[in-house]
Structure formats: C-alpha cells, structure tokens
C-alpha cells in the first residue's frame, strides 16, 4: 500500500512526523513524500524535505495531510484545493493532523461529515467550512475512510487507531511500545478540549 | 542560538522531529539540519532531508543526535565518531535521543556520566560503553551539558524539560499545550522501564 504524504511549505513538522513514524513501521506500507508540484518543501520548523510532483504517485493509496501555519494561504488557493480534491477523492483512506482538516473540509468531501481540529484555530477551521459536523471534544474523529485528528501530537494517537482499525489494536500496541509512547487509545479522550 | 541536528543514515525519524518541533517553537532559536558530508540524508522511515556538512555549522551551538538502527554501523565508523566527538565538545549542550546516547558514549564524552538510552536496545547501548552509569529507568537523565533520553518519544519530554531547564517551566508546558501533547515532565517516571 502507498502511503503519499502530502507536505506543503509552513505545514507543521510533527503533524507529518509523528504519523510518518508510526505508518513507517508497517513493513506493508511504502511511504512517499509529495507536493503540489514536487522540489525541496520547508516545514514551519525549517526541516527541508525532498518532494514528488503528486501526479507521479499511485494516488489509491492512503494520502496524509499535516496542518500548520500554511493551511492557512491555501484554504485560499483554489488550484491547490482542487488538486487535493482530486487526490482525497482516489485515496483509500484520508488522514488529516490538526489544521490539515481545514484544507480537506474546504474541498466540500467533509461536507455532513464528522471531523475534528485542534483546539487553538477551531473557530477558524469552522469557518472554513461550517457544513462539516465539527466535533469540538475529540482527540479524532472518524468518517467513513476519513480520519482527522486534534492538534500536532494528536496525530500520532490517530495514527495508531488506524492501525488498530486496519491491523487490530495488539499491533498498534506494539508500535506504540517500541517508540516508547503512552498511546491515548481513546479518541473521545481530548485534553485539551477544555483549554481552547 | 545554533541548533545543530546530526542526520545520518537510518535515523529514527520521531527521534529528530519530536525534538525538532519542540526546539523550532522557541524564537530564539535557528535550526539547521546537519550531517558529516552534507547532502540528502534519508531516515528508517524513508524521509529524504537536505543537510548541510557539520563542518559548516556554528558547532558551539547545541547539538541533538537521533538513534535508530543507522547507529548501529556508526558506533564501529572511526571517522565519524572522531568528528562527532569534536562536535560535541564544542557545543554548549548535546541531546541525544534512543540510541543516539550510543554513538555520544562511544566518543568517550560519557564515561562516568550517568545516561540513558531506549529500553528494547538497552543491553547493546551499555555493551557500546560500559564505562558509562547507564540508569536504566528514566525517561531522561541530564548530566552537566548533556541530555540524554529513553526511546523516540521520550524525546519529546527530554526536549521540552531542556526547554524548561533554560526558559523555566512555563513555557515548557505552553510548548507542549500548543502541540496538544500530554508531557510527562517527570525524568524519572519511565514507564517502559520494566517492559524491557
């Protein structure tokens, strides 16, 4: 299965590598980094990274979509939503951290749907988008083959309740395990729903 | 302030970005992406990252080494062991995550030090140095300038109680409430510990 794992420039460094991590553990997935239209992307942390045009990729697989400072121009930018359209609508599955379910909700595929943020931009994303159900208490949320988490290392509990859906939750267990990481298995367990 | 992180090969991709976020969120601070030849340097989990050569770098800043099964070749590269060595007697701090504590300890900067390492590849990091007081429960240990931490997302807590150790405790924990992560800021609740 191929994992495109769509970056852009400003997204927020752990919402794409706290995913990655996880994902990079299943010896079934074959990971690839891709833009709009492929070169070097720059993270908000300043982490350069190599990209492939995302038109050169297999787009059935399962597409990623971090959030961060640079959602914010591209919920603007129409040629971008159209083309990540496109790509959510061939996914599999469709994964979102933080505010990269901004971006998708501005494609309408959210429309009727149940989705989540992070709790610090939630007005806005709301207002990306006010025909997606957006739940406000939610460490994630699915969908359907949507899944869309809180904020930055939210997405990495997401990323293991995918695992645990596709692969069952002994197997994200043991990722969580070997990274060392107490998984909030539990997504209706947000902490910071209450700390907007 | 310089934040030098040594990329090579293999590095474990959690153990470079938890930190990288927590670091990048600090104003002060300028991140660069290093490695011993420069070039792209491509993670475990396939992530291809431009680095810079260290020897172009400011090395009196602070230096992070990820682990990850890259270091497993390195602890035997003569070569690269010499400069990281040069590297991190220069630098103001050196943190190391997992088994990046491996590749430090092999320099000899560690000998009678107290540190840590991830818990699955524990016995392998104390055989690298065992002139090292390796603690075997800790989610982190600092000693002097150095920081060492337990496996990939312990990083994370690492990173912003050096946050904490330099800035105070606040804005630690405002770190880790914008990236919606639950910080277990206690260095010597390792919860791993016993499941070696």
Known sequence: MDINILLFPDFETLDAFGPVEVLGRISDYAL????????????????????KPIDHTNASGILLIP????????????????KLKHAAEQATNCLTVCTGSALLARTGLLDGRKATSNKIAFDWVKNVNPAVHWVERARWVTDGKYYTS????????????????????????????????????????DPFASKK
């Open 32 to 51: 690839h980094f891709v833009s709009m239209d492929g070169g070097t992307v720059t993270s908000r942390q300043k982490t350069p990274i190599m990209t």
């Open 150 to 189: 809180s904020g930055v290392s939210a997405g990495i509990d997401m990323t293991l309740g995918f695992i645990a859906d596709q692969f069952g939750s002994d197997q994200a267990s043991d990722i969580a395990h070997g990274i060392e990481y107490v998984w909030n298995n539990d997504k209706s367990n």
């Open 67 to 82: 959030g961060g400072q640079g959602t914010r121009p591209l919920v603007h930018d129409e040629d971008f939503i159209e």
